[in-house]
């Protein structure tokens, strides 16, 4: 890593938020640090702050005696915006002007986060403050808006970095089904990551509106979105390019089942389910995967073993009670009733890995 950069060109923000100043010349992460130290961090009292007694990053020369000549900076937002530009400057150096001015804006709103984090939270722990408020302490929340807003602008210019990985996953599925499946092993931690967010755009009905506003949400959001559908037959690269082309989807980022959910799962796991379900002897097993391995359709052989029940207000129920099973094995001992199937790709590509007819994978980009 170099030690300075010629960020001339590059611009950041002022502290008011919206005008902008022009960096000239060559920075160092601790030049570069102490500029904008000056430039985003207010004049504020350190006795102004509920934590100024227990910090151990109060101004050092702060001792309640006020010099108005000497400006006071939040020691925290302080080091944490030094050590932030800091890690950040490798990123910084391969960067053309146009991502270094999107890092600086990031860098403003991390700054400003914490800095209004530790006032918030130091307002929340002094006394007088509560009592200076009185009735009215109760809008002392509201002040917590802004610091969200904060984070949610830091992550949403970090996008453009995958390097710090800190856009997350975004899984759209196409039913309750599969909304369901997905969250109760994510639960698990051993088949979907704990951070993997899934929401559903409510069947194919939607795919055309629903799935558009929800795709252009979380992507301005800073999320990586992927979608889940089901082809029904259908042939899977005319739904690729149809997503891309209405939703600006990479194929990549698609997952179609041939058919649908059910059909995804194989005649095991569905076996299990249904057993699991109606709670029937361990001795049901088999002849209800040996029906489904024949051929015979899913909605048949649910119907044989639950009498007078109906199979698709029986799905989502159905879908837990799968995903209960694999929730007490793991996907080792799991294999050998996955193996082949759609349902073992599709955990795969949630986790973020593609996986081609060949069955080998490689990572996303």
Known sequence: MVDTIDFTGCSHINRDGFSRSVLEGFFGPAKLAD?????????FECDGCGRWKYCGLADPEYDQRLDSSRNYRCGVARLALSHFLRTAFPALERSETTQRNGLLDAAYHFAQYVFRSEVNVGNFLSTEMVDYYGELSHL????????RQHLGSFFAHMSGFPEFRLRERMLLVEGQVELRFVER????GNWFPYDLHVVTYEGKSNRNSRLTLLVKRYEADGYDVFVQGDADGRDKSSICQQMSTQH???SKRVFLFTRDFEHAVGPKLMAAGIARLLDLAVDHFEPISSALERGESIADVFSRWAVGQDFSENKVRLAESMAEVLFHANPVSAEPALSGTEIKDFVAFANGWRQHDTHTAEPLD
Do not use: D, T
Not at 35 to 43: C, H, I, R, T
């Open 35 to 43: 500029l904008l130290v000056e430039v985003w961090l207010p004049y």
């Open 248 to 250: 600006g989807i990479a």
């Open 140 to 147: 002392m929340a509201s002040n917590l808006k802004g610091v």
């Open 185 to 188: 092993l994510r639960s698990s």
